[in-house]
């Protein structure tokens, strides 16, 4: 596909994108028409619809978009830099590592502001990828051994998470509910929270689209051609940990994006590495819009986390895609 496609695809998305965050303006407890969404939207009035707008849907939505491209940028990083294609936030035990000091931090330090959670959030999605990948030189960082080592990281915070949890009380209800990734009451100064790390990420991403493209190559012929390994690879690691550490204290853990966008996007075949991020962003934004909409509409006025909807989504999708053969990992089919 090359680059007026990638562009005219990327186009569809993002309108895609803007029409089911138009859609999600319409449900809830008191639902709108699309004539008093679309009225409401171009000249606030300050009444109740008004309000429901911009101060309790919009925002939600915008926040479901820019959280799905951050972990659909950060699946990419991590399968790229870890030339695995299983790798994604969650396997590499990176979401555990930012999810679980920040339930401790919840729990054990409530007086300290949320204000620091995406650098705790950082620091152990750091601490556990390190892990990781330690682990996995033991079977010389093959990509079965980096996922076996993630999951293992990843089943050994979760218990405690688990036992954290245990010791919350009534506390244990709100939590539950965000480890399973929702953006239920999220408005602006969330958004506002998050996005500096997704920008990072993206922006951090497509400025070392070069490196990326010769990290797909193996290390001997990057180190050949001049890139140093020891340089690049702790800073994509960063840049990949970056959106999880500011999604994860606004979401929680949101499964499959990381993992699918990715593999979505090299179905399309874009040209070059740049236009593969960008693509990857949408395609992951497009995702969680979605599946926001869904969790919102499918039990109204109740609503399901949006975790629990991608992963129902995803897995048999994901599925599908392994049976028949059509996952891709530069070119080499999984």
């Given at each position: 596909m090359n680059a007026r496609k990638s562009l005219a695809v990327i186009a569809l998305l993002v309108a895609a994108?803007?029409?089911?965050?138009?859609?999600?303006?319409?449900?809830?407890?008191?639902?709108?028409?699309?004539?008093?969404?679309?009225?409401?939207?171009?000249?606030?009035?300050g009444k109740v619809d008004s309000i429901l707008v911009w101060t309790?849907?919009?925002?939600?939505?915008?926040?479901a978009a820019f959280a799905g491209a951050g972990l659909a940028v950060s699946g990419y990083l991590l399968q790229t830099l870890t030339r695995n294609p299983l790798a994604d936030p969650g396997i590499t035990g990176v979401t555990a590592g930012a999810i679980t000091p920040i339930v401790c931090c919840f729990v054990f330090l409530p007086w300290l502001s949320s204000v620091y959670y995406p650098f705790i959030?950082?620091?152990?999605?750091?601490?556990?990828?390190?892990?990781?990948?330690?682990?996995a030189k033991g079977g010389?960082?093959?990509?079965?051994?980096?996922?076996?080592?993630?999951?293992?990281?990843?089943?050994?915070?979760?218990?405690?998470?688990?036992?954290?949890?245990?010791?919350?009380?009534?506390?244990?209800?709100?939590?539950?509910?965000?480890?399973?990734?929702?953006?239920?009451?999220?408005?602006?100064?969330?958004?506002?929270?998050?996005?500096p790390w997704i920008l990072i990420g993206l922006a951090g991403a497509l400025a070392l689209h070069r490196v990326i493209a010769m990290f797909a190559l193996s290390d001997h012929a990057a180190?050949?051609?001049?890139?140093?390994?020891?340089?690049?690879?702790p800073v994509l690691l960063v840049l990949g940990i970056c959106p999880v550490a500011g999604v994860a204290p606004v979401a929680g853990p949101v499964a499959f994006v990381g993992l699918a966008a990715p593999h979505i996007t090299r179905l399309l075949k874009p040209r070059g590495v740049a236009w593969e991020i960008a693509l990857c962003a949408a395609i992951g934004a497009l995702i969680v819009t979605v599946a926001d909409l869904i969790a919102r509409t499918i039990a109204?006025?109740?609503?399901?986390?949006?975790?629990?909807v991608t992963a129902l989504i995803g897995g048999p999708v994901f599925v599908y895609l392994i049976q028949r053969g059509r996952l891709q990992f530069r070119g080499q089919g999984l």
């Open positions: 994108i803007l029409l089911v965050v138009f859609l999600g303006l319409l449900p809830g407890a008191k639902a709108l028409t699309i004539g008093d969404a679309t009225r409401v939207l171009l000249a606030p009035d309790l849907r919009l925002p939600r939505s915008l926040v959030g950082l620091a152990g999605g750091l601490a556990a990828a390190a892990v990781t990948f330690w682990v010389q960082g093959r990509p079965l051994h980096l996922a076996l080592g993630g999951v293992s990281v990843s089943l050994f915070l979760g218990a405690i998470t688990i036992y954290v949890l245990l010791l919350t009380g009534p506390q244990s209800t709100s939590l539950l509910f965000w480890l399973s990734g929702g953006f239920q009451g999220r408005s602006w100064p969330h958004l506002a929270y998050m996005l180190a050949g051609m001049g890139l140093q390994l020891s340089l690049w690879k109204i006025p109740k609503e399901l986390p949006v975790g629990i």
